[in-house]
């Protein structure tokens, strides 16, 4: 059994975002693709991962339902021995929800479905009567047991890819209600309670569902406002509308998003779409088992790597994919320093021509980098174009010579708790020169030694940084449990549960 007095436990989680971002998980548990564009992005919810959130959608309830309500409630009853009693209810308040036995499922092809029984609620009410000639008011505190609730929460998608939703089922039902009256002529009201059970309670029952109906639309009133893509910075922002109409199984549903990245205030068609893709129905082999898994996840979660690669796209054609290298940047130790000194071995002429004066290495991409996902590994080709110039006494540039860099990487992403990071390896690299200004470059020779500057410094200096991690955006308090990370073919795959921490 389950309490909700009229101030709300401080265990629970405040304010209305919870009950935003549970109907909203709800909601995305909903979506299946239909049309042709395929998801970036997909995810699966779990009769697990309902019964999580049931909580959630227990506060919803107890919020819609836990404060003053207009009711404007009247009605009469006629006694052959007194007369015809008309009377008015104009609010009440709700003091007291208790929750004995409640469950949450999906409805199938509709939406979420949640079933309370064997509930008891304490409300009181200000009324108003008229009995014959004599008028009165007062006060009066109702209980309610054994009351029964079964809400059905449909939902849809708009043409914008913004979730919608709307009350697709409700029936209240309450059959041991007690009523006392107090102030006025209570003592006689009281007399009566026994002949206006009936009829108040099926009012009762009509109000209770009419309340839920309004939260749901208030709710389908604040999705319309909800963001289906984010700017992330001056280049790149993304876009995670919902794509097709709602489809819910019975031990199931799914969410595709579309996961694509797009130029800040400039569309540009890319040369490529998402693949199709498939959330096993079991879990696949390849998942890390150093955790028994007794059960089904809550939550599957799997990001393609057409996301990734409409990054790339992105930030590529927005030109963000550039950096300048100075001297100063590289650490003392790393073999190759930026000063024409250090680069006589690989072109003697620029020592000859500019002694000992420090340089400038401008690194961009000169072609999109090509992101994808195998059982193995992340892997990664980058094609960088590297153009160094010396940095005369008066700070002027002078161009020296142009190489094309080409590197091939792999990666093993890792998951802990809420933070998710990885480590790198450098598989392959080769150096061709475009042009020079200064002789002849030993390409060669300077290929190897950037490969073992990278190998004893950049690769160690970038993993230590990538397993740190980042930490993954979830709602506040909201965290991953036990999270196992699998890599598929084309895409990559979370299983976890989920916990609350207050």
Known sequence: MSSAPASRSRHHPQGTSWTAWLCLLLLLTACMPTASTNPGIKARLTRRALEFGRRFGLELLQSLLQKEHKLNLTGSYHSPLLGTLTYTVPRIHIHEL???????????????????????????????????????????ELRMRDLAVVAVLGVSVDGSGRPTVWSAGCDARGTDLHLEFHRGHSWLYNLLAPLLQRALRQDLNKQLCLELRRGVSRLEAALKHVKVSAQLDPFAAIDYSLLGRPAIMAEHGDVALKGEFFRVGKFQQRPSSAKPMALPVALPAALPMALPVPHEPMLLLAVTEFVANSAAFTYFTAGALHWNISSDMLPRQFPLQLRTKSMELFSPQLQERYPDQPMELHLSARRQPLLSCRPDALHGTFFSSAEAFVVLPNATRVPAFLLNIDANVTGKPTITGNRFGGTVSLKGLSVAQVTSHVGPVEVKRLENLLKFGLWLFGVPWANKRLQAGISLPTPHGLSLLNPRLSLQEGFMLVATDLQFKS
């Open 98 to 140: 208790q929750i004995n036995d409640s469950t949450v499922d999906f409805a199938e092809d509709v939406g979420v479905r949640l079933m309370v029984q064997h509930a008891r609620i304490r409300l009181s009410a200000d009324w108003e009567a008229r009995l014959g000639t004599i008028q009165d008011r007062g006060s009066i």
